[in-house]
Nanobody
Framework: QVQLVESGGGLVQAGGSLRLSCAAS?????????MGWFRQAPGKEREFVAA????????YYADSVKGRFAISRDNAKNTVSLQMNSLNAEDTAVYYC?????????????????WGQGTQVTVSS
């Protein structure tokens, strides 16, 4: 069983930055799970933002955030982070951390096994 807790959301002006963190429980976290970040805006479906492999060596981004966001993980600390720069109003959403029992990059939300409760990110224009 894996439990995920996100933090770091908040209100930021357009052009600003935020860093989201996801703390994972479970002693086998780093050995078994690829990780991802998703987001869901009001009235929209949950969408993929970024993914990182189990080892942390590979990452992948949605086109809408490529070049602005960076995903990373610290397997020793059981944490995953999402650095978000150059934020704009379209980035406003609830952001979710997720874990997939896999080694590589996982983009499909249906392949994730565990989800956090989400953290709100609001970008004011």
């Amino acid at each position: 069983q894996v439990q995920l807790v996100e933090s770091g959301g908040g209100l930021v002006q357009a052009g600003g930055s935020l860093r989201l963190s996801c703390a994972a429980s479970g002693r086998t976290f780093s050995n078994n799970y690829a990780m991802g970040w998703f987001r869901q805006a009001p009235g929209k479906e949950r969408e993929f933002v970024a993914a990182i492999s189990r080892s942390g060596y590979m990452s992948y981004y949605a086109d809408s955030v490529k070049g602005r966001f960076a995903i990373s993980r610290d397997n020793a600390k059981n944490t995953v982070s999402l650095q978000m720069n150059s934020l704009n109003a379209e980035d406003t959403a609830v952001y979710y951390c997720a874990a997939a029992y896999a080694a590589g990059l996982v983009v499909n939300k249906n392949e994730y096994n565990y989800w956090g409760q989400g953290t709100q990110v609001t970008v004011s224009s």
